[in-house]
């Protein structure tokens, strides 16, 4: 495990970069990378940001340490898994520089980022609960990476830049198919399927069949845009919700009634212990109990089959959920770094303009050194990224990164939702399969050597 730290910094934010920074101990910068801001500049980056924040709290910038046990982990890996704990723990929202330290007979991350976000412009809150989270973080980085083998991760979100481009084309309605195809092999009813379309990122409408509902039903990916409808023009015959019910194999739902007490969530009760063996009517207890609880479970899921189904839709779901989750993130942090240097360009093109019209434009850059920096990076940043400066639109830009956040909640809600459903299921199918496993008691022989006997 690493060691991790944190502490505010009030004052000489550009003094604890440049040390961070020292080239002595980054292998002549190597070992130094940024976010949302140039690590020369950064000092002035975070002041901007900071001048537009509304509360009045002294700390400027906060300095995270992440060490690591001498001897586990190289260089190279050491800085990934730095900037990994660094875009997890900040999100994409705060710029930050980071560095690692290779002078020391143990390797170890700076990470220094600014106090305010710069997307609402509040302050980062440090506390006992923050902390814990940071360190929860950087165990779980230090467990996947098992300090010395990094683990691919999933499909990385693509850059802003790209998304944005990729608007036009038949490429992703291919894809569309795919998943149609993939979710309808996978699902038992047509609800189930529309969770795990909405598992995978799709935005859905038009599904149902009531009467008011739309025509066709319509699916939007968590990359574009414009919503395309499920008719024989936009995706093809097999594809309208009609023909996507029609191959979904259906299955009446049981109905069945269910005992007071939730029996299905309890397990199955151990007999094989010595006080149920010396005791008869404890173990005729217990065998009752027993048979409530897997008879329970067989109400509520059916056959072993259809149970082990469920779980693998609902562990589809949950996967396909956290992935899409991951996407999001992604992307909600180039765009989060977009609307950064939006605007900072904004703010500042007025003194580009102005510098441009002076009568003596040595002595304006000295005085608005700061601000011609920031307009200069902000442009180069956005022109990069094949933003269109003339249509910049900051609140648009802002609305679209809320709308994420709103699409990033529902993710979450549904593969957590997912994993507890996951959870319970697995319980059943133990319960259901420990039961079945075991060797009952004869009760026709049982019940037939009583009527012989009735002493009995």
Known sequence: MAYTKIHAIKATVDKAID???????????????????????????????????RENSP?????????????EVSYEEAHRIGKELADKVLEGKYSYVLTTHIDKGHIHNHIIFCAADNIEHNKYHDCKQSYYHIRKLSDELCKEHNLSIIIPGGERGKKYKEWQSEQNGSTWKTQLRRDINFCIKS????????????????????????????????????????????????????????????????????????????????RLIDTSDEKFQNSPGLQQWATIENLKIAAQSYNEVGFLSDLKHQITVKTEAGKSAKQSVVKLEHRMKDLAEI?????????????????????????????????????????????????????????KLKAEYQELMKQKSKLTSTYKDCEK???????KLENLSQYLGQTQPDFTSEQSRKKNNPIL
């Open 19 to 53: 040390y961070i920074c020292n080239p002595d101990k980054t292998d002549e910068q190597i070992y130094v990378s940024s976010y949302a801001c140039a690590p020369e500049t950064a000092a002035i980056d975070f002041k901007y940001t900071l001048d537009h924040c």
């Open 187 to 266: 699902a038992s009813t047509y609800e189930d399927f529309l969770l795990l379309m909405r598992a995978k990122g799709y935005e859905i409408k038009g599904e149902s069949f009531e009467e008011s509902a739309a025509k066709y039903i319509s699916f939007r990916p968590l990359d574009k845009e414009r919503f395309v409808r499920g008719n024989t023009k936009s995706l093809g015959k097999e594809y309208t919700k009609e023909r996507i019910r029609e191959r979904i194999e259906m299955k009446r739902e049981r109905k069945s009634v269910i005992p007071k007490k939730d029996y299905s969530a309890r």
């Open 59 to 71: 700390n400027k910038a906060y300095h995270l340490i992440q060490a690591f046990a001498p001897g």
């Open 339 to 395: 609307i950064k240097y939006a605007e900072q360009y904004k703010t500042n093109r007025s003194y580009h303009i102005a510098y441009k019209k002076s009568k003596n434009p040595d002595t304006y850059f000295r005085r608005y050194e700061s601000q011609r920096i920031l307009y200069g990076g902000a442009r180069r940043v956005l022109e990069q990224a094949g933003i269109n400066l003339k249509g910049l639109n900051v609140d």
């Open 421 to 427: 459903e996951v959870q319970s299921l697995n319980r």
